[in-house]
């Protein structure tokens, strides 16, 4: 029976640890920290249930995670709520976006937009740039295939940004607005930067599986039920052992040798610590200096940090379990702090999740757990801009539901040096490696490393889509090669 090693108990390390033990190889799963999840995961505080991170599932049962649930089978509560999101739309108003955009309520809050002449207009120039790019039957099929984002289209637009992208159909500002917004949101990288390709890919999926969601007991539901698969199947799991070294013989791996000091022997070795961490793990030494210079030029993710409101009651009410504006700004400066070292946003995109509307066991009987998060670069060494980043995109928050502020009993927050904490990479991104052109699709790392034996998994290697659910995707293709 083959020996494997799993470095990590994220998301990918977990799910790649219990497909593998299920299908009958000896596991052992080096953790860290004292708990799994990694970025994905949730702890006690305050008597409320709190996740790590901000987190959504774009497709929740129907994506990655669930098709994992189902092939070890266990169960894994997902909870969703339609519409899903309240957009505030500046002199538009609430707008609020549903699952499905097909469905009767979807079409009745499209229906009862306020469209003025001007958006008319827009709507008719927006055709004719379309035309002009395309011609009319080109037109068509190429709208038709971002719609059910067809492979070929993937691929097309997989080395182009989502700004690009964009203007080959429209100038609208508030379009524009609206999908760099929502490529922070979904990609964690701003749309001049975020791959069309990958965008395509998963703005199509959470509409045609209208599942978007969370799972029931917060972000730890995820690992946490691949975890309980692997102890069922015999797995191996060490809490508070990190990995130290990956140790290679004659060009393969031959084990691990863990933070304990002890040699943990294998003759495959999953590593769900990134590619960066990985080369490090096994020694520069060990590759081919073209890879370790290419693994080195890889761009990483942006960040969110977060503000976590405890209420003593339940304020909230929208009809929509979580809340976003779109800023009033050029498109292209919405996000432009990020890459400026002292910058601090005037008028920031903020997003707002109240995760006790869709899971009221994560707080206390009567109260309401809210979150406000904002985006920025993954740079660690920014604890006093991120605190500051955080009081303006609060009192943003307040200003549109004052009597929040009124019944906070407590509050705490997250940012990069946080995030650093679990991962201990010396870096603060979200996701892993950036989802931007010349990273994703054919162009993605392999997580097949040039070392025998060795693989990544997680976000940085094999998997599309959002966060999580790309690394548990990279886990299903892993799992797959490796038996």
Same mark, same amino acid.
């Given at each position: ?14 799910? +790649? ?6 299908? !009958? ?22 008597? $409320? ?51 499905? %955009? ?46 059910? @984002? ?10 182009? %940004? *989502? ?5 080959? $159909? ?10 760099? +917004? ?5 990609? *964690? ?6 791959? @069309? ?36 199947? !015999? =797995? ?5 052992? !990190? ?25 495959? *070795? ?22 370790? #210079? ?36 050029? /498109? ?8 400026? /070292?002292?910058?601090? /946003?005037? #008028?920031?995109?903020?997003? !707002? ?6 899971? @009221? ?19 660690? #060494? ?10 303006? @995109? ?50 993605? /790392? ?10 990544? *998994? ?6 599309? =889509? ?18």
């Amino acid at each position: 029976m083959k020996k494997v090693v799993v470095i990590g108990c994220g998301p990918g390390g977990s799910a +790649c640890a219990a497909l593998l033990a299920s299908r !009958g190889f000896d596991v052992t799963v080096l953790e860290q920290n004292d708990f799994i999840g990694g970025k994905c995961s949730t702890y006690e505080e305050n008597g $409320f249930k709190v996740d790590t991170g901000i987190h959504m599932f774009a497709t929740g049962p129907s994506g990655p995670h669930g098709q994992t649930a189902r092939e070890l089978g266990i169960s894994q509560p997902w909870l969703s709520r339609d519409p899903s999101e309240t957009m505030w739309m500046n002199d538009k108003g609430f707008f609020y976006l549903h699952q499905k %955009t097909t469905s009767p309520a979807a079409l009745k809050e499209l229906a009862m937009a306020n469209i003025t002449g001007k958006q008319k207009v827009d709507v008719l120039n927006s055709l004719r740039r379309s035309y002009k790019s395309f011609g009319f039957p080109g037109m068509l099929r190429e709208l038709a295939g971002v719609a059910k @984002a067809l492979p070929g289209i993937i691929a097309k637009y997989d080395d182009v %940004t *989502v700004r690009d992208f964009l203007y080959l $159909f429209t100038e609208d500002v508030g379009i524009h607005r609206a999908m760099n +917004c929502l490529s922070m949101l979904l990609l *964690v990288d701003p749309y001049d930067k975020a791959s @069309a390709g990958e965008f395509i890919l998963v703005v199509s999926d959470i509409f045609r599986y209208g599942t978007l969601g969370v799972p029931k007991g917060g972000a730890i539901g995820v690992p946490r039920s691949f975890m309980r698969a692997f102890k069922r199947d !015999g =797995g191996r799991l060490v809490l508070g052992v !990190g990995a130290k070294e990956i140790t290679v013989e004659n060009d393969r791996v031959t084990g691990v040798v863990g933070s304990d000091g002890e040699h943990y022997p294998a003759d495959v *070795v999953v590593s769900n610590a990134g590619l960066k961490q990985t080369v490090k793990l096994a020694g520069e030494a060990s590759f081919p200096g073209e890879y370790v #210079d290419y693994i080195d030029s890889l761009e990483l993710s942006y960040s969110w940090i977060a503000s976590k409101l405890f209420l003593d009651r339940r304020i909230m009410d929208l009809k929509a379990p979580s809340f976003f504006p779109i800023p009033e700004k050029d /498109p292209d400066q919405i996000f432009s702090y990020c890459d400026e /070292p002292d910058g601090l /946003p005037q #008028d920031p995109f903020i997003f !707002g999740p109240i995760p006790t509307e869709w899971d @009221a066991t994560l707080a206390p009987p009567g109260h309401q757990l809210i979150m406000i998060g904002v985006a920025t670069s993954n740079n660690v #060494d920014q604890e006093e801009r991120s605190q500051k980043m955080l009081d303006i @995109a609060e009192q943003k928050y307040f200003s549109f539901f004052p009597e929040v502020e009124r019944n906070i009993v407590a509050k705490s927050r997250i940012t990069n040096k946080d995030t650093n904490r679990i991962t201990r990479k010396g870096t603060g991104e979200c996701i892993g490696l950036a989802q931007i052109p010349g990273q994703v699709g054919s162009a993605k /790392p392999h997580p097949k490393m040039p070392v025998g034996g060795l693989w990544a *998994v997680g976000c940085d290697a094999g998997g599309r =889509g959002v966060g999580t659910e790309q690394a548990t995707a990279s886990a299903m293709l892993v799992a797959s090669l490796i038996s």
